[in-house]
Each structure stands twice: as structure tokens, then as C-alpha cells.
Nanobody, 119 residues
């Protein structure tokens, strides 16, 4: 399963760092991603990092957010700088994980962590 943490309340222009760790008897972790969902809006992809380290970002966060991972700890991070009120949302991590309980990679979602940016 995935456990996300690091959300909170921050003023515009501030920074937050989100973390999401995969736990269990893990054979491997493939792509890891961060999504967000604001009230009344659809869930959107914020950033992703492939197993080889290739990263992708939504246009709205390029240059402000950085996704990274610690392979040894099966953990993905999202460093968010220059935060704007429009970044306020529940942030969800998503990953493809292969565990002893599944025949191959399965997609998992974290529980979500709330980020609120005040103006």
C-alpha cells in the first residue's frame, strides 16, 4: 500500500514537500506519480517519474515542482516551491507495485494529503 504525507497549510510563495512510501513485501516499483484534485474539479496528473528516472510534469507546475524518488525506500517525493492558491487540492500518490501478493505490477493509490495555499 501507499502512505502519503507532508501536506499542510502554507502561504502563497511558500514550499511544501510531499512524500509517499510503498510498503509491503515488494518485488519492484515501476512508475510513480502525483495527482491532485481540487473541489469540483477532476483529478489531474501533476508529475510522474518512471523506473528509469524520466520525469514528466503538468504545464501548470513546470519550473516550480520537482518529483524525485528513493529507490531503496520505495518512496516518491514532490517538492513544491512558489506555491499558488490554485495549487490547493488533495494530492494523491499513485504507483505500479509488484508484491508477493500479486502476479505482476498493480496500480495503487495513496490516501491523499491536503495542501492548502493561502493568498
Amino acid at each position: 500500500q501507499l502512505q502519503a504525507s507532508g501536506g499542510g497549510l502554507v502561504q502563497a510563495g511558500g514550499s511544501l514537500r510531499l512524500s509517499c512510501a510503498a510498503s509491503g513485501n515488494i518485488f519492484g516499483v515501476n512508475s510513480m506519480r502525483w495527482f491532485r484534485q481540487a473541489p469540483g474539479k477532476q483529478r489531474e496528473l501533476v508529475a510522474g517519474i518512471a523506473s528509469g528516472g524520466l520525469t514528466t510534469y503538468a504545464d501548470s507546475v513546470k519550473g516550480r515542482f520537482t518529483i524525485s524518488k528513493d529507490n531503496a525506500k520505495n518512496t516518491v517525493f514532490l517538492q513544491m516551491n512558489s506555491l499558488k492558491p490554485g495549487d490547493s487540492a488533495v494530492y494523491y500518490c499513485n504507483a505500479e507495485v509488484w508484491t508477493t501478493a500479486t502476479p505482476g505490477f498493480q496500480q495503487y493509490w495513496g490516501q491523499g494529503t491536503l495542501v492548502t495555499v493561502s493568498s
